[in-house]
């Protein structure tokens, strides 16, 4: 039953998360490498625990960017944080300063080097997440961004941020695409109900640089919008299957 199995996995995720960030709290005062590998183990096993007790597994499809790469993904659920760090091995992603507040994940996210940026901001926030970035990319760490800046639901309006397109800009590379269906299979109050199948994560052509700001902002969302619209149709059709 999804509701028991999904009981189940949250237990899981607690003792989990407690066990990795108390296991690994000395990773935060030693080299940066230690904190990516208590991510990183943090996540192999969310992963596991999905597919052995949910019953939820992923694929993934397309080529994975080289380290270094700018990235920007659809954002339906916590699985996807999970699953990129995961799969991109060490990238950072650009995240609300408020969640380096939160105990615990905030101090390995600090530590990681996670871009932490304060929406209040405006201006001061964008110059500050730039500078961010282009020391990422400078020591071969792939960036990750979630352009709409929050999680949307499957099916939902867009609603694409233009700092993605400052990112692009300002450090003339190009931009990969990311797709996703999470959203089907991770879901209920509080992302609580996992519904066994599976997750299908594509990475899309890179969108080349020097495309004019308007020009990439179009691209991006349309590559993005129209295979998360084709794998929510599949990840639909499967769950029908299902039932």
Not at 126 to 148: D, G, K, N, Q
Not at 219 to 236: D, M, Y
Request: proline share 7%; glycine share 8%.
């Amino acid at each position: 039953m999804t509701w028991l199995r999904s009981l189940v996995f949250f237990l899981w995720f607690i003792i989990l998360s407690v066990v990795v960030h108390i296991v690994f709290l000395p990773a935060l005062i030693m080299p940066r490498r230690a904190a990516v590998l208590a991510a990183r183990s943090w996540c192999a096993g969310v992963l596991w625990g999905l597919k052995r007790i949910a019953r939820l597994d992923y694929e993934i499809r397309g080529l994975l960017p080289p380290p270094g790469s700018l990235i920007a993904s659809k954002h339906m659920s916590m699985w996807d944080t999970v699953a990129l760090f995961y799969v991109l091995g060490d990238p950072v992603f650009v995240l609300k300063r408020e969640l380096m507040r939160v105990p615990f994940y905030g101090w390995y996210a600090k530590r990681v080097g996670m871009i932490a940026i304060d929406r209040s901001a405006a201006g001061a926030a964008l110059r500050s997440m730039t500078r961010a970035a282009a020391r990422a990319l400078s020591a071969r760490l792939s960036i990750i961004v979630f352009p709409e800046g929050t999680r949307r639901k499957p099916g939902a309006p867009p609603a694409y941020k233009p700092g993605i397109a400052a990112l692009y800009h300002h450090l003339d590379v190009a931009c990969v695409p990311v797709a996703h269906n999470s959203g089907l299979f991770w879901t209920g109050p509080a992302g609580f109900i996992k519904k066994r199948g599976r997750i299908v994560l594509h990475f899309l052509p890179p969108i080349a640089r020097g495309l004019k700001r308007q020009d990439f902002m179009h691209t991006l969302e349309e590559r993005i919008e129209s295979a998360t619209a084709e794998l929510v149709g599949e990840g639909q059709a499967l769950l029908e299957r299902q039932q």
